[in-house]
């Protein structure tokens, strides 16, 4: 089990922006996998956010293309999800996950942080 520690997030207003940080416990591990983000909001399913890959390679939701950037910090072990115009309905607990490809990433064989609560008021 490898640790993905979750940095960041708070409280916000519709128009702000946050930053969510994850931080891979080990670098062999971070070196190898995808990392991402996924969201769950109260009422609803779990939602895929972005990933990236190891050569940098990102996929996002079509929902945050022009507002979130996803980045990874090889020094550092540590992926970065800026977001930016941020909404109330985007308000959610924000997860790390990490996978060895971006098409399984968030099923089985996934690596899973702690969550860490993003709340944006209108």
């Known amino acids: 089990q490898v640790q993905l520690a979750e940095s960041g997030g708070g409280l916000g207003q519709a128009g702000d922006s946050l930053t969510l940080s994850c931080a891979a416990a080990?670098?062999?591990?971070?070196?190898?996998?995808?990392m991402g983000w996924f969201r769950h909001a109260p009422g609803k399913e779990r939602e895929f956010v972005a990933a990236?890959?190891?050569?940098?390679?990102?996929k996002d939701e079509d929902s945050v293309k022009g507002r979130f950037t996803i980045a990874r910090n090889s020094t550092k072990s540590t992926v970065v999800l800026q977001m930016n115009s941020l909404n109330s309905e985007e308000t959610a607990v924000y997860y790390c996950?990490?996978?060895?490809?971006?098409?399984?990433?968030?099923?089985?064989?996934?690596?899973w942080g702690q969550g860490t609560q993003v709340t944006v008021s209108a």
């Open positions: 080990a670098e062999w591990f971070f070196s190898r996998y995808v």
């Open positions: 996950a990490a996978g060895i490809d971006v098409r399984s990433l968030g099923s089985r064989g996934t690596f």
């Open positions: 990236i890959n190891c050569t940098g390679g990102i």
